[in-house]
Protein backbone atom coordinates (compact mmCIF):
# COMPACT_ATOMS: atom_id res chain seq x y z
CA UNK A 1 0.00 0.00 0.00
CA UNK A 2 2.71 2.23 1.00
CA UNK A 3 4.31 1.77 -2.15
CA UNK A 4 0.97 2.68 -4.38
CA UNK A 5 0.82 5.65 -2.29
CA UNK A 6 4.67 7.00 -3.10
CA UNK A 7 3.68 5.73 -6.95
CA UNK A 8 0.95 8.23 -6.74
CA UNK A 9 2.89 10.84 -4.93
CA UNK A 10 5.16 10.72 -7.77
CA UNK A 11 2.69 10.49 -10.38
CA UNK A 12 0.55 13.79 -9.08
CA UNK A 13 3.86 16.07 -8.43
CA UNK A 14 4.18 15.57 -4.16
CA UNK A 15 7.38 15.57 -3.08
CA UNK A 16 8.86 14.31 -0.19
CA UNK A 17 9.30 17.29 1.50
CA UNK A 18 6.11 18.51 1.26
CA UNK A 19 4.76 15.08 2.32
CA UNK A 20 6.97 15.62 5.73
CA UNK A 21 6.04 18.67 6.43
CA UNK A 22 2.16 17.77 6.36
CA UNK A 23 3.27 14.92 8.63
CA UNK A 24 4.68 17.45 11.04
CA UNK A 25 1.99 19.79 10.52
CA UNK A 26 -0.22 16.79 11.38
CA UNK A 27 1.51 15.67 14.63
CA UNK A 28 1.66 19.41 15.84
CA UNK A 29 -1.81 20.12 15.41
CA UNK A 30 -4.21 16.99 15.85
CA UNK A 31 -2.93 16.93 19.87
CA UNK A 32 -4.69 19.26 20.74
CA UNK A 33 -8.53 18.26 21.76
CA UNK A 34 -11.34 19.88 20.27
CA UNK A 35 -13.88 21.57 22.90
CA UNK A 36 -17.20 21.00 21.26
CA UNK A 37 -19.08 21.96 24.58
CA UNK A 38 -18.24 25.73 23.96
CA UNK A 39 -19.86 25.84 20.30
CA UNK A 40 -23.57 24.51 21.62
CA UNK A 41 -23.49 27.86 23.23
CA UNK A 42 -24.38 30.28 20.01
CA UNK A 43 -21.22 32.92 18.84
CA UNK A 44 -23.91 35.87 20.13
CA UNK A 45 -23.97 35.15 23.40
CA UNK A 46 -19.72 33.46 23.58
CA UNK A 47 -18.89 38.00 22.49
CA UNK A 48 -17.95 39.90 24.87
CA UNK A 49 -19.82 43.37 24.64
CA UNK A 50 -18.66 45.55 22.80
CA UNK A 51 -20.85 49.04 24.48
CA UNK A 52 -21.09 49.01 28.08
CA UNK A 53 -23.61 51.14 29.54
CA UNK A 54 -22.25 53.13 32.39
Known sequence: MKRLQQ???LIAGISHDEQARL?????IFSTRPTDVEAL???ACWRRRARI???
Do not use: N
Not at 23 to 27: D, G, L, M, N, V
Open 52 to 54: VRT
Open 7 to 9: WFD
Open 23 to 27: ERAHA
Open 40 to 42: KTP
